[in-house]
């Protein structure tokens, strides 16, 4: 009972606005505002503290409660400060929602390591969006570069900035300051590769030319080249290609599936020219006499060729003279089961006296 007595005297004492001394605590109630104190001296409180509290070896204990005590509190007034034992941290309420409070350096130190759980910005106090961790904004203005450095600690060092998912690496791009080269990684690999000169490699980390790709190309829209260019393996277009100048090719060039580049002024399907020699032919005839054959020949054509006899490839024989020879073509179908093309071909002496040769023609066969 002597407690209760005690504590009573003490509530009245605070009310009437006298000295208090409770154990070794002194509390002192002004009209200006209150004194709680261990250390003696000054007994009026702080001019701008309605609340003033003095210790040298205890501090002060607010509420403490879980998340779920604190989010059953009814209509909580903003400003109000709890310690939420959930999360080992202060929370206050901002008048729409608890917050946490951040106090003092958030920064934590690990070794060498400097660390911290929540955004970061520098140049900047927003964020792009909740799940921008750093933000780095400029203030220098007008067209002034701004942002920030990554600094190697010598000249052929590797300035290095990378991603990774779990820890996991996934891409990282780096200045290697010894080959002047800024590199693009992905895989473990350089895949991308621009040097101090701007030369461009893509799948190669030693670029010869303002863009040097190493392996297939595929270019889906529009391509502009206004110099030269070079292409090592070979070059695959679906569409169309213009050489306003020059264009060389020092190897094949298979266009449209192989239907050839002869221009076509009746149809917009390009042509396609086929070169072959026909099989040896006996010629034995008497003075104005003709025989009939056929010549068949392959060329991949899509519908029947035209076709045109040229010059004698090879010949044997000594009867008569082989110029009087003609090789007329004639009657061509196309087989559209193998893709051959076969003609009736009809072979005449125009020579008063007979003969007797072996004889190949050259000929051409254009068509689609």
């Known amino acids: 009972m002597k407690t209760s007595t005690k504590l009573y005297l003490c509530f009245a004492f605070i009310l009437s606005g006298n000295i208090i001394f409770a154990q070794t605590a002194k509390v002192v109630d002004t009209p200006d505002g209150t004194v709680i104190s261990t250390i003696g001296g000054n007994e009026i409180p702080h001019s701008t503290a309605i609340l003033d509290i003095r210790s040298t070896n205890k501090g002060i204990l607010l509420p403490r409660m879980t998340t779920a005590n604190r989010d059953v509190i009814s209509v ?68 002034n570069l701004e942002g920030m450095y990554i600094d190697a600690s010598s000249t052929t060092g590797k300035a290095f900035y990378g991603y990774s998912v779990n820890d996991s690496s996934r891409a990282y791009h780096y200045y290697d300051g010894s080959t002047s080269k800024w590199n693009l990684a992905m895989g473990g690999l350089d895949r991308i590769t621009v040097t101090s000169s701007g030369f461009v490699g893509i799948g190669t980390t030693s670029p010869t030319y303002r863009l040097s790709v190493g392996g297939s190309t595929y270019i889906s829209g529009g391509a502009y080249i ?116 076969t003609c009736n071909a009809k072979l005449i002496n125009t020579d008063n006296s007979s003969l007797d040769y072996s004889i190949r023609w050259n000929c051409v066969a254009i068509g689609y």
Request: charged content about 10%; hydrophobic content about 35%; some cysteine.
């Open 76 to 143: 909580p007034t903003a400003g109000l400060l709890i310690y939420n034992t959930s999360t080992n941290q202060f929370n206050y309420h901002n008048g729409s929602s608890w917050q946490v409070a951040s106090l003092g350096n958030q920064w934590g130190v690990n070794g060498s390591v400097l660390h911290h759980s929540g955004q970061v910005g520098v140049g900047t106090s927003t964020m792009t969006n909740a799940n921008t961790f750093l933000t780095v904004r400029g203030n220098l203005g007008g067209t």
């Open 226 to 341: 206004a110099s030269t260019s070079f292409i090592g393996d070979y070059l695959e277009v679906d569409g169309s290609i213009y050489g306003y100048n020059n264009l060389s090719v020092s190897g094949v060039a298979t266009i449209k599936g192989g239907k050839g580049v002869a221009y076509n002024a009746s149809s917009s399907q390009n042509l396609r020219i086929f070169r072959f020699t026909t099989d040896y032919i006996h010629v034995a005839l008497a003075a104005h006499a003709s025989t009939s054959t056929t010549v068949t020949f392959a060329g991949g054509f899509t519908s029947t060729p035209y076709v045109m006899v040229g010059d004698i490839d090879l010949s044997g024989g000594t009867a008569g003279e082989l110029h009087r020879v003609i090789l007329v073509l004639s009657g061509c179908s196309l087989n559209t089961t193998n893709g051959d093309t």
